[in-house]
């Protein structure tokens, strides 16, 4: 028995192969070989090479996700059509800086100077344009929705916030760095108003709207707020519809918002309006939301209404209608929605005789 596994295992002639065998009758079978260096050196290779591949493709994937966050966060700024006279005869260019520092412009309507005789506006509005628009080049509609504010006694400024427009910025941030241009924006129409900030209205679409509401998380003494088509989280609304923009599976969205926030400090996932809202219960809001909008889904206007415990803040689901649409193809029923809830919020507002 010794003699044949001795000559076994000189046959085999590597003591790096394992033997299996079995002695019966006096005699051993050929040896079986479970692994040979041939397998282990195939083995070595695959685990190398699938290690690179995993290298590489997370290489790539941070290479697209760096070069999409890049693109889509800088906007071609759209010229400033129509012309400000489309609002109003009369008006002032006028240029300030965010809390920040940026330089913003915009233009300020003053009502008394189209109401002759009258006294004095003791109230002012400054609307708030979304992603990709000015201050009058917006489906909001500010070259319409303006004269409506100024036939009202109401001083009316329109402003491009950073990154869009005349404005100095780079990029946008849907709310996280926007809040600096809407404070300073009050602080100007209360100036020029010379009313109280708390009865300088703020009046925000989509990408403006988000940036309304938390504004008020960075100054809780500007006064009533109205938003169309705003989103209650920022990453959610990123998550649903980012690849409309990116053009890129959902999958490669986390690695674009980190990029965002790694390279150009772009936080979306700290942008929660409706923790806003959810955080001042003294305060009512008017969230304006179309039932088909594709691009802020209604649930978000339903969020927002629910994280508010404020008894008189209103939610209009408008039926019918995509994003920014609920002025164009329901003016009136805009206009009673606003103006009502403007009027009763800002008899709660001291007056310019209590100031």
């Known amino acids: 028995m010794k003699e044949q596994l001795e000559q076994a295992l000189e046959h085999v002639g590597d003591a790096s192969y394992l033997l299996v065998y079995r002695a019966t009758a006096g005699s ?8 040979s260096t041939a397998v282990r050196k195939i083995a070595r290779f ?3 090479g699938l290690g690179a591949a995993l290298v590489l493709g997370l290489l790539a994937y941070g290479g697209v996700s760096y070069r999409v966050a890049d693109g889509i966060t800088k906007l071609e700024r759209k010229p400033l059509v129509p012309a400000a006279d489309v609002v109003s005869a009369v008006h002032e260019d006028v240029s ?17 100077a189209l109401q002759k005789g009258f006294a004095k506006p003791d109230k002012a509005v400054v609307f708030v344009h979304g992603r990709g628009q000015n201050r009058i080049a917006s489906s909001f509609h500010p070259d319409k929705i303006a004269p409506l504010f100024l036939a009202r006694g109401w001083d009316v400024l329109l402003f491009d916030l950073r990154g869009h427009g005349e404005s100095e910025g780079e990029r946008y941030s849907l709310g996280q760095y926007e809040p600096r241009d809407i404070v300073a924006a009050v602080d100007l129409a209360a100036k020029k108003g010379g009313v109280d900030r708390r009865r300088v ?20 003494t500007i006064g009533p707020v109205v938003t169309d088509s705003a989103y209650a989280d920022a990453y959610t609304v990123v998550s649903e519809v980012g690849t ?7 999958w490669f969205t ?28 003294e305060r ?28 008189d803040t209103e939610l209009w689901i408008v039926d019918g209608c995509d994003h920014v649409k609920a002025f164009t193809e329901h003016s009136a029923e805009w206009q009673q929605h606003v103006f009502a809830f403007l009027d009763r919020e800002l008899t709660r507002a001291p007056s310019a005789a209590s100031r």
């Not at 300030?96 to 008394?112: I, M, Q, V, Y």
């Not at 979306?268 to 806003?276: D, L, M, Q, Y």
């Not at 909008?293 to 978000?300: E, G, R, S």
Request: some cysteine; overall charge positive.
């Open 201 to 220: 209205a703020v009046v925000g679409e989509s990408l403006g709207g988000g940036s309304a509401i938390m504004t008020v998380g960075l100054d809780p």
């Open 284 to 311: 009512a809001w008017l969230f304006i939301q179309c039932e088909g909008d594709k691009t802020v889904f209604a649930h978000h206007g339903r969020d927002l209404k629910a994280a508010s415990a404020n008894p």
């Open 96 to 112: 300030f800086r965010a809390t920040d520092g940026l330089l913003l412009k915009g233009w300020w309507f003053d009502a008394s």
């Open 28 to 35: 051993v079978r050929p040896p079986a070989v479970v692994r």
């Open 244 to 250: 409309n923009y990116t053009g890129l599976p959902s």
């Open 46 to 48: 695959w685990r190398w």
């Open 254 to 281: 986390p690695g674009i918002v980190l990029a965002g926030k790694l390279f150009f400090g772009l936080d979306v996932a700290s942008v929660k309006p409706a923790e806003v809202v959810r955080a001042h219960p």
